[in-house]
């Protein structure tokens, strides 16, 4: 069997802890990885994981891409093509498919990985990766990451093009590389570069963008790097905190903890999950040992819940947690209030990591008809942080003048636990 590969891919078939390959588009590098794959796999034994941040479905993974190349290079008949997986018929190698963000976890179940892919790398969080790396542990296993890149702060080019760890091979691959570039994305990408010579640079020649097209926060971001104001946070142990939460299920459940000191808000820490109860989070506000002032929740926080018949307000109520409710604005209201107070918000850099991403990836939509960005939010994956970060912000500016919710009932403070209020 004769394969074609881009000469900078060769390392591919170099033994190597960390293979990254990384660019812009039109490069080669995902068919040339799945190729590699195939072939690695139909030689001998391997277990490999094909990964991403988030994957809700198998298509959302690279299974079609592997299928597509099995035909390719002829080996139909040496790979049994399943729902989730594929497998050699010969060798017993197998591909599985997972995201990283809500499943790395369940990872540590999987044993005996040779090899992990993470496509679409951009996206991995702090989190997923020092959860990831330590579970690929058999001798000899491999770390294989491919990404466009996007901002300088995420962590995936930090992590692995600023500073490579050891025993790693890190190649920009871009379409140059590639001998086999289609005339049709020639075109395309010399029109770009004639209209927008920065996204050019990005799209095409990989380069990090300084923000996002159509970010939100974009100058609040940049003035906050600036004034260094995303650094290392302490927490105050003589003030209180405040939680602020976007709910979600099939979405995500955001919390922002934040406290004010002063004239200042302190953003300590920000924890993202999904299809978890509530109960879940409010175990976990409790597991960090803060002073908890007020969980601020959004007003679909008082509608009440099929399962249990009562309302997350009065499950947070009936915990000991005070409960305060974000005042109704609109989201372009929200998120003024949140440019207002931002030259007053320090951010941890760690901890805080997850949400500062989302809050640099919060863009505009664009008008399906016009082209422009439009008014309104697109609604991905970073709406999440930023939504609970508006409602901080409306909760710290308009919130304050509020009344505050009338006390717990004798019959609840009675045998509360004082680990909840600190």
Same mark, same amino acid.
């Given at each position: 069997?004769?394969?074609?590969?881009?000469?900078?891919?060769?390392?591919?078939?170099?033994?190597?802890?960390?293979?990254?390959?990384? @660019?812009?588009?039109?490069?080669?590098?995902?068919?040339?990885?799945?190729?590699?794959?195939?072939?690695?796999?139909?030689?001998?034994?391997?277990?490999?994981?094909?990964?991403?941040?988030?994957?809700?479905?198998?298509?959302?993974?690279?299974?079609?891409?592997?299928?597509?190349?099995?035909?390719?290079?002829?080996?139909? &008949?040496?790979?049994?093509?399943?729902?989730?997986?594929?497998?050699?018929?010969?060798?017993?190698?197998?591909?599985?498919?997972?995201?990283?963000?809500?499943?790395?976890?369940?990872?540590?179940?999987?044993?005996?990985?040779?090899?992990?892919?993470?496509?679409?790398?951009?996206?991995?969080?702090?989190?997923?990766?020092?959860?990831?790396?330590?579970?690929?542990?058999?001798?000899?296993?491999?770390?294989?990451?491919?990404?466009?890149?996007?901002?300088?702060?995420?962590?995936?080019?930090?992590?692995?093009?600023?500073?490579?760890?050891?025993?790693?091979?890190?190649?920009?691959?871009?379409?140059?590389?590639?001998?086999?570039?289609?005339?049709?994305?020639?075109?395309?990408?010399? &029109?770009?570069?004639?209209?927008?010579?920065?996204?050019?640079?990005?799209?095409?020649?990989?380069?990090?963008?300084?923000?996002?097209?159509?970010?939100?926060?974009?100058?609040?971001?940049?003035?906050?790097?600036?004034?260094?104001?995303?650094?290392?946070?302490?927490?105050?142990?003589?003030?209180?905190?405040?939680?602020?939460?976007?709910?979600?299920?099939?979405?995500?459940?955001?919390?922002?903890?934040?406290?004010?000191?002063?004239?200042?808000?302190?953003?300590?820490?920000?924890?993202?999950?999904?299809?978890?109860?509530?109960?879940?989070?409010?175990?976990?506000?409790?597991?960090?040992?803060?002073?908890?002032? @007020?969980?601020?929740?959004?007003?679909?926080?008082?509608?009440?819940?099929?399962?249990?018949?009562?309302?997350?307000?009065?499950?947070?109520?009936?915990?000991?947690?005070?409960?305060?409710?974000?005042?109704?604005?609109?989201?372009?209201?929200?998120?003024?209030?949140?440019?207002?107070?931002?030259?007053?918000?320090?951010?941890?850099?760690?901890?805080?990591?997850?949400?500062?991403?989302?809050?640099?990836?919060?863009?505009?939509?664009?008008?399906?008809?016009?082209?422009?960005?439009?008014?309104?939010?697109?609604? &991905?994956?970073?709406?999440?942080?930023?939504?609970?970060?508006?409602?901080?912000?409306?909760?710290?500016?308009?919130?304050?003048?509020?009344?505050?919710?009338?006390?717990?009932?004798?019959?609840?403070?009675?045998?509360?636990?004082?680990?909840?209020?600190?």
């Amino acid at each position: 069997m004769r394969a074609e590969f881009p000469e900078r891919l060769a390392f591919l078939f170099q033994p190597k802890r960390y293979k990254v390959a990384w @660019g812009g588009r039109g490069s080669a590098k995902s068919w040339s990885i799945a190729r590699a794959l195939l072939i690695i796999a139909a030689q001998k034994t391997k277990r490999i994981l094909c990964a991403r941040e988030f994957q809700n479905s198998i298509q959302d993974s690279v299974h079609k891409l592997l299928s597509d190349q099995i035909e390719a290079l002829g080996l139909s &008949d040496q790979y049994e093509i399943q729902k989730t997986t594929i497998i050699h018929r010969v060798t017993g190698s197998e591909f599985i498919f997972s995201g990283l963000r809500h499943n790395v976890d369940s990872l540590k179940s999987k044993e005996g990985i040779d090899i992990v892919w993470v496509e679409e790398a951009q996206m991995v969080s702090s989190f997923s990766w020092d959860k990831l790396i330590p579970t690929i542990r058999k001798e000899g296993s491999e770390i294989w990451i491919s990404f466009n890149p996007e901002l300088e702060t995420d962590e995936t080019y930090k992590r692995f093009v600023l500073n490579p760890p050891t025993e790693s091979i890190v190649a920009k691959i871009n379409w140059r590389d590639n001998p086999w570039f289609p005339e049709v994305l020639r075109q395309e990408k010399d &029109d770009l570069k004639a209209r927008d010579i920065d996204a050019y640079l990005n799209v095409w020649e990989g380069n990090c963008r300084q923000t996002l097209d159509g970010a939100v926060y974009a100058s609040e971001m940049r003035l906050a790097q600036e004034d260094n104001r995303i650094c290392r946070v302490p927490y105050d142990a003589s003030k209180p905190v405040s939680v602020f939460a976007d709910l979600g299920w099939a979405d995500h459940t955001s919390l922002w903890f934040v406290q004010k000191i002063g004239l200042e808000y302190r953003a300590l820490r920000a924890v993202q999950d999904r299809q978890k109860p509530w109960p879940h989070y409010l175990g976990l506000i409790q597991s960090f040992g803060y002073i908890i002032e @007020g969980i601020w929740l959004p007003h679909d926080a008082q509608a009440k819940q099929l399962g249990t018949g009562k309302s997350i307000e009065e499950i947070t109520r009936a915990s000991g947690m005070p409960v305060r409710i974000v005042p109704r604005l609109s989201v372009e209201d929200g998120i003024n209030a949140l440019r207002t107070i931002f030259p007053q918000v320090w951010w941890d850099e760690k901890l805080c990591e997850d949400g500062l991403s989302a809050l640099r990836r919060y863009r505009y939509e664009v008008d399906k008809v016009t082209g422009q960005f439009s008014k309104n939010p697109l609604h &991905d994956d970073a709406s999440h942080f930023a939504d609970a970060a508006r409602y901080f912000a409306v909760g710290m500016r308009d919130g304050a003048k509020s009344k505050r919710p009338p006390p717990l009932p004798k019959s609840l403070v009675t045998g509360m636990s004082r680990g909840w209020m600190g």
